[in-house]
């Protein structure tokens, strides 16, 4: 059997981060249950020859911040993955959540269906990156508390860290990386330089303020000189980076990451969603709508297919 991987793209988020393109192919409230009976259909519509040829080593659900999702639903997903496909009985199975939206009533189910891995969209610990970003971060209860949480049920948490944000210095850099290792204890830390997205809010602030980038070593520092700047604090503290912005302790690197760099075959889940398999990589098709119709139809959803 051959090593799988799956990506299950859930376009749902309930921030508006002006540097991400989300908005533009987000599921809305009102289309959520029409989304989750579309993914399951997609899953349902794969060849029963996968069950016998591949192996799924490792689960993801990213796409927007899956983890705000009600756990019931994370539940089905996986219960009709198992039905449809080989999972290993040690596979990664991924989560990615927003540290300011979490549940605690939902992290004991997300254990119980076989979650054993967390990635915090983090980005920054500071207040006025998060509101100037719109990436809202509240001081809620289970924030003060998640990192103890986390330490007690997940051997592996993630942590995105944003870098090259506006105003960014060395200094709260050292700041957010003494955070990370010796208040939040994190394994393992992404690194994430801010990309400004096609058609985001923030791409227009800069067609209508042309000066911000003209001024950019103020007003957005060096990405490379912040990546070196973290890369040395981060192996001094331990970590090595075992693929490019991908940080762990030993024993603590991402498996999913791993098995990408291996090339092994992905089958990518949801609108948008890329796959690579058997020598064919495809794209499902953006168009919610055309997806939520069609998703269990792959001539209807998958666009650009070439053979590698
Ligand atoms: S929290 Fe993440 S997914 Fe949501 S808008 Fe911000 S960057 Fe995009």
Same mark, same amino acid.
């Given at each position: 059997?051959?090593?799988?991987?799956?990506?299950?793209?859930?376009?749902?988020?309930?921030?508006?981060?002006?540097?991400?393109?989300?908005?533009?192919?987000?599921?809305?409230?009102?289309?959520?249950?029409?989304?989750?009976?579309?993914?399951i259909k997609e899953?349902?519509?794969?060849?029963?020859?996968?069950?016998?040829?591949?192996?799924?080593?490792?689960?993801?659900?990213?796409?927007?911040? %899956?983890?705000?999702?009600?756990?019931?639903?994370?539940?089905?997903?996986?219960?009709?993955?198992?039905?449809?496909?080989?999972?290993? !009985?040690?596979?990664?199975?991924?989560?990615?959540?927003?540290?300011?939206?979490?549940?605690?009533?939902?992290? %004991?189910?997300?254990?119980?269906?076989?979650?054993?891995?967390?990635?915090?969209?983090? &980005?920054? *610990?500071?207040?006025?990156?998060? *509101?100037?970003?719109?990436?809202?971060?509240?001081?809620?209860?289970?924030?003060?508390?998640?990192?103890?949480?986390?330490?007690?049920?997940?051997?592996?948490?993630?942590?995105?860290?944003?870098?090259?944000?506006?105003?960014?210095?060395?200094?709260?850099?050292?700041?957010?990386?003494?955070?990370?290792?010796?208040?939040?204890?994190?394994?393992?830390?992404?690194?994430?330089?801010?990309?400004?997205?096609?058609?985001?809010?923030?791409?227009?602030? #800069?067609?209508?303020?042309?000066? #911000?980038?003209?001024?950019?070593?103020?007003?957005?520092?060096?990405?490379?000189?912040?990546?070196k700047y973290v890369?040395?604090?981060?192996?001094?503290?331990?970590?090595?980076?075992?693929?490019?912005?991908?940080?762990?302790?030993?024993?603590?690197?991402? &498996?999913?990451?791993?098995?990408?760099?291996? *090339?092994?075959?992905?089958?990518?889940?949801?609108? *948008?969603?890329?796959?690579?398999?058997?020598?064919?990589? #495809? !794209?499902?098709?953006?168009?919610?709508?055309?997806? &939520?119709?069609?998703?269990?139809?792959?001539?209807l959803i998958a666009?650009?297919?070439?053979?590698?």
């Amino acid at each position: 059997m051959r090593d799988l991987r799956l990506y299950i793209n859930i376009p749902y988020c309930t921030n508006n981060c002006i540097f991400c393109d989300i908005r533009n192919h987000m599921v809305e409230d009102c289309q959520r249950e029409a989304f989750y009976k579309a993914i399951i259909k997609e899953i349902e519509s794969f060849d029963e020859n996968y069950k016998h040829d591949y192996i799924v080593k490792s689960i993801y659900f990213g796409g927007g911040v %899956p983890g705000s999702i009600r756990p019931n639903v994370i539940e089905e997903i996986l219960s009709n993955i198992k039905c449809q496909f080989t999972v290993s !009985s040690d596979a990664e199975i991924s989560l990615k959540v927003f540290p300011g939206k979490l549940n605690d009533n939902y992290f %004991p189910v997300y254990i119980e269906k076989g979650i054993n891995r967390i990635s915090i969209d983090y &980005l920054t *610990n500071s207040f006025f990156l998060h *509101n100037f970003l719109g990436h809202k971060k509240t001081d809620n209860a289970m924030d003060r508390t998640l990192p103890v949480f986390l330490k007690n049920h997940f051997e592996n948490v993630n942590y995105d860290l944003g870098i090259g944000l506006p105003g960014q210095n060395e200094a709260n850099l050292e700041e957010e990386i003494h955070t990370l290792c010796d208040f939040h204890d994190a394994k393992e830390i992404t690194l994430h330089p801010l990309k400004i997205e096609k058609d985001s809010a923030i791409e227009k602030l #800069y067609d209508e303020h042309p000066e #911000y980038l003209k001024n950019s070593n103020r007003f957005l520092p060096d990405i490379q000189r912040s990546y070196k700047y973290v890369k040395e604090k981060l192996e001094e503290r331990g970590y090595t980076e075992y693929l490019p912005y991908c940080f762990g302790l030993e024993g603590f690197e991402c &498996l999913d990451f791993k098995l990408r760099k291996k *090339n092994t075959d992905v089958i990518g889940i949801g609108p *948008n969603a890329f796959s690579c398999v058997d020598g064919i990589t #495809y !794209s499902n098709i953006n168009d919610l709508n055309v997806y &939520l119709e069609n998703s269990d139809n792959f001539e209807l959803i998958a666009t650009d297919i070439k053979e590698v």
